[in-house]
């Protein structure tokens, strides 16, 4: 166990639809990375925040965003959702965000799009 | 934009033997740092060994152990005394010292070990 939750763990929608993934990071963390693993596509890094602030951007679709809230946990919005949308979200976490951290990965949230 | 390369798939090792997974990358910067990733069925990823780009000497954490040359731009795992717990996806990653922080995946390559 990592130390880091992700809600909810699968999650079946219609596409067009919008979802909200949350993560809550390690006690202590300050850094959260958000990534998507999908089986076409590989393990894609989309976004990073640290302490409330997005620190580096990835191959984040302008469908998605995502924040960083006080209390540190962190929410990815899908919208407008499509097929290929459909994969593993990975939320990961550190201390600072600072290279070369090593991340705690969460369970992963499996969104399937039908 | 950089690229990470596996060009093994698959690969099996009998228990106990050693096994060496290969990762290439392709960068024109200097300053970076390269990760190796278990992500065993649980899915989970979990962090193996990191190395720093202007580190000379190579990474070793315990039986795991890595051939980083930097002009060949040449990363490789090396799993001594493989157990069955080693039977993983693992995947190779790049991630930027200066340019954005982005992290860049290899495809990974699937380990099996053979009781």
């Known amino acids: 166990d990592s130390g880091v939750t992700q809600t909810p763990k699968h999650l079946i929608t219609a596409t067009g639809q919008r979802v909200t993934l949350r993560c809550s990071p390690r006690s202590g963390d300050l850094s959260v990375y958000w990534y998507q693993q999908s089986l076409d596509q590989g393990l894609q890094f989309l976004i990073q925040?640290?302490?409330?602030?997005?620190?580096a951007k990835g191959n984040i679709l302008e469908r998605f965003s995502a924040q960083q809230f006080p209390d540190l946990h962190s929410e990815l919005n899908l919208s407008s959702l499509e097929l290929g949308d459909s994969a593993l979200y990975f939320c990961?976490?550190?201390?600072?965000?600072?290279?070369?951290?090593?991340?705690?990965f969460g369970p992963g949230t499996r969104l399937l799009v039908l | 934009a950089q690229t990470v390369t596996q060009s093994q798939p698959e690969m099996s090792v009998q228990e106990a033997e050693t096994v060496t997974l290969s990762c290439t990358y392709d960068?024109?910067?200097?300053?970076?740092?390269l990760f190796w990733y278990k992500q065993p069925p649980s899915r989970q990823m979990i962090l193996v060994i990191r190395?720093?780009?202007?580190?000379?000497q190579n990474a070793t954490e315990n039986r795991f152990s890595v051939n980083f040359q930097k002009a060949a731009k040449s990363f490789s795992l090396k799993i001594s005394d493989s157990q069955l717990g080693d039977a993983a996806m693992y995947f190779c990653?790049?991630?930027?010292?200066?340019?954005?922080?982005?992290?860049?995946f290899g495809t990974g390559t699937s380990l099996t070990v053979i009781p």
């Open positions: 990653a790049y991630r930027s010292a200066n340019t954005g922080n982005q992290f860049y």
């Open positions: 990961a976490s550190s201390e600072s965000g600072n290279v070369p951290e090593t991340q705690y």
């Open positions: 960068t024109s910067e200097s300053d970076y740092y």
């Open positions: 190395q720093e780009a202007y580190k000379q």
């Open positions: 925040y640290y302490n409330g602030e997005e620190r």
